[in-house]
């Protein structure tokens, strides 16, 4: 018997310079994609991008400009154009009355937030633990805060907290407060802000509420399940199960706090105006007791500008975390 030759001789080779091209399954060899078809996804975006620019942009830029000028109501009625510089600037960056109403809306608004985040985890939680029933009437209850009206809010927090028909000074009386008869809630800016944070904080428990427990009840059981055969108390499971999953919604539903409760002006200005005294005045309200009261448009646009130049910084400050954040988890 001959033997069979069965080297590798008899099998033609593709030579190492010849380039392989992926096939489709058709067997059709795949081709580049053109100018056309690379260029096609910014093509699809344009339309929302000039959109976005047209409705955000257009607007900033108009009140950017508007605070390089004087422009007053009798600027507004002759339709003059006045340039001024940095005059708009200088004086309300001169004006102590700025800084002091600053540095009252930086407190406020740290003061509201961290309220409303703790309030919204703590009831987040407890949903998780409850009884269904019971989770499902606090559920339509928050629902229905949610959904009251904002004025219509502000007008019953006013009566709750009337001087002289408010039903809290009445049930203070009634257990046992005398002294909280006849007492005034908003005598001072202080106590003032004060309620107008509760009707804040009591407005954004739901939303912080609801989006909160939709991050918690997405936590795998079985990590509190591991947890508990651990030995692990109450506090130590929150710290290392439940934070961690909940560290980054939480961080963004804080962030979107910041901005809602910074630019906050309907219910101050629906409760008292800003008073007593400008006592519960906020640069919300501040640019527009300059804006409209006073008819200092100019003035009142540099106020925008420097608000949305914090808000800028306070965005800056969540990218960077929120970058790092996601760095850290890859």
Known sequence: MTAVDTTDAAVPTVPPSAPRRAAHPDGAPRRRGGAFDRALPYLLLAPALVAVLWLIGWP??????TSFRRLNLRELTRGEVVWTGLDNYTEILGDPDFWAITLRT?????????????????IALLMRVISPVVRVVLQVAMLLAWAMPLLAATTVYQWIFDQQYGILNKTLVKVGFDSFAGHSWFSTGTSTLAVIGLLIVWQAIPFLAF?????????????????GIDGASAWQTFRAVTWPELRPLLLMVTFLSLLWDF??????????????????????????????SKSHFGVAAAISVVMVALLALLTFQYLRRLVRSQEGAL
């Open 106 to 122: 930086v407190v406020f608004t740290a003061v509201v937030v961290g309220a409303s985040v703790l309030a919204g985890l703590m």
């Open 60 to 65: 900033v830029l108009s009140v950017l400009v």
């Open 263 to 292: 630019k906050v002006f309907a219910q101050i200005w629906a409760m008292k105006r800003g008073g007593p005294d400008g006592g519960s005045t906020t640069l919300a309200v501040y640019q527009y007791l300059e804006g409209i």
């Open 211 to 227: 989006s909160l427990y939709a991050g918690a009840i997405g936590i795998p059981k079985d990590r509190y399940e591991a947890a």
